[in-house]
C-alpha cells in the first residue's frame, strides 16, 4: 500500500514538472529486456542504414533520423501503452489522444552541437505563429542504451514551452536560462512538450546513441511532418481494441 501511494505522489510531482519545465524524466519504467530485445533487433538495420548514408546525415553532421520498423524484433506493446505513461500524457492532452509517430535520433562518432531548435515546423495557425497555445503534442523518448553527456544527451531549456521564440532565444543566448542535459539510464523515459527549446549534443564515442521517440498528439491534430512505417496486418491483429484505437498508422498486410 505505502508503495502505491509513493508511485501516486512521484506520479503526481512528475506532472507539476511537465508543466512547469516543459519536460519530466521517469526512471525505470520501461522493461530493460524489451530494450534489450528492441536494440539487438534493429542494430544490423541501423548498422545498414548509416552504411549507406554516412554523408548524408538528416539532422546535422553525423546525425540521422529514421522512422523504426514495426516488426515481431523491435514492436513491444510496453513502449508504446505504459499504464505510467499513458497517465502522465491523457494528464496534459485529455482521453482523446493518438499515437501518430515512431522513430528514432541517432547520434554518432564526430556529430556536433544543434542548433537551439523545437520540434514541430508547421504552427497550427501559421497567421500566428507565436500564439501559445495548450499543448496538443508530446514527445516520449527513451534510449537503447545509457545516454550520458559523454554519448550525446540532449539539452533542454526549461521552461521555454511556455514563452514566445523570440524572448526564449533571447532568454537561453543571455544565459538567463539554461540549457540541461538529459541523462537517461536504460529503462527511463523522457517527457517534453515540442515547444521547449532543445539541440543534440556531439558523441564523443564509437558506439551510435540512439534516442527512440514516440509522438503522443490530441485526436484532432494530424500532420505528415516525418516520415513513419506501417504497421504490419500480424503485428495489428495482436493489438487489443483499445490499443488500435490509440494508433494512427498505416496497416499493411504482410502475408
Known amino acids: 500500500m505505502l508503495s502505491n501511494i509513493k508511485v501516486k505522489l512521484n506520479i503526481k510531482e ?21 530494450i534489450d530485445r528492441l536494440r539487438e533487433g534493429f542494430w544490423q538495420t541501423l548498422t545498414d542504414y548509416l552504411g549507406k548514408n554516412a554523408q548524408f546525415s538528416n539532422r546535422g553532421p553525423n546525425r540521422h533520423f529514421m522512422a523504426m520498423p514495426f516488426n515481431p ?35 554518432v562518432l564526430g556529430s556536433e552541437y544543434q542548433q537551439l531548435h523545437i520540434d514541430y515546423q508547421r504552427p497550427l495557425f501559421p497567421e500566428f505563429p507565436n500564439l501559445l ?38 532568454l537561453v543566448g543571455s544565459g538567463t536560462i539554461s540549457l540541461q542535459p538529459v541523462e537517461l539510464r536504460k529503462g527511463d523515459v523522457l517527457i517534453r512538450h515540442l515547444w521547449a527549446l532543445h539541440r543534440g549534443t556531439p558523441n564523443f564515442t564509437e558506439t551510435p546513441r540512439t534516442l527512440v521517440t514516440i509522438r503522443y498528439v490530441r485526436s484532432w491534430y494530424e ?23 490509440l494508433k494512427r498508422f498505416q496497416v499493411v498486410n504482410d502475408s
Open 14 to 34: 512528475k506532472k507539476e514538472e511537465l508543466k512547469l519545465k516543459g519536460f519530466c524524466v521517469l526512471n525505470n519504467v520501461l522493461p530493460c529486456d524489451q
Open 223 to 245: 500532420d505528415r511532418s516525418r516520415d513513419v512505417n506501417a504497421i504490419p496486418l500480424t503485428i495489428w491483429k495482436n493489438l487489443t481494441g483499445d490499443q488500435k484505437d
Open 73 to 107: 524484433s523491435t514492436f513491444s506493446a510496453d513502449f508504446f501503452f505504459n499504464p505510467t505513461i499513458l497517465e502522465m500524457i491523457k494528464s496534459v492532452l485529455g482521453e482523446r489522444m493518438v499515437i501518430d509517430q515512431w522513430g528514432c535520433d541517432t547520434a
Open 133 to 170: 497555445l495548450p499543448p496538443y503534442m508530446l514527445i516520449v523518448s527513451f534510449g537503447l542504451l545509457d545516454i550520458k553527456q559523454r554519448n550525446g544527451a540532449i539539452e533542454i531549456a526549461a521552461g521555454t514551452h511556455k514563452l514566445e521564440r523570440e524572448r526564449a532565444n533571447c
